[in-house]
Nanobody, 119 residues
């Protein structure tokens, strides 16, 4: 079993910054992709950013140029630096990890961390 724990959410004013962290623990051999999605009240979950084991990144259009994703492979961790935050960034942010064990890839999710941006 693998567990993901997010941290770093909170309340910030528009224009401010936050850094989210997510660490995986448990029966981990290799982690392929990691990343973040978010879900605002009444909206569907949307892509924020993903990063592969080779550090290739992909961002949702709404966060390009403001958010930066990174990872620390030895710590099984992924980070999200969020700058120039806007009220529309308010959401629960979920991290995920694609864990490879042998020939099996399993997708795991964290419990989510709330980010609230005030205007």
């Amino acid at each position: 079993q693998v567990h993901l724990v997010e941290s770093g959410g909170g309340l910030v004013q528009a224009g401010g910054s936050l850094r989210l962290s997510c660490a995986a623990s448990g029966s981990i051999f290799v982690i392929s992709a990691m990343g973040w999605y978010r879900q605002a009240p009444g909206k569907q979950r949307e892509l924020v950013a993903t990063i592969t084991s080779g550090d290739s990144t992909n961002y949702g259009d709404s966060v390009k140029g403001r958010f930066t994703i990174s990872r620390h492979n030895a710590k099984f961790a992924v980070y999200l630096q969020m700058n120039s935050l806007k009220p529309e960034d308010t959401a629960v942010y979920y991290c995920f990890a694609d864990v490879i064990s042998g020939t099996v890839l399993t997708n795991y999710w964290g419990q989510g961390t709330q980010v609230t941006v005030s205007s």
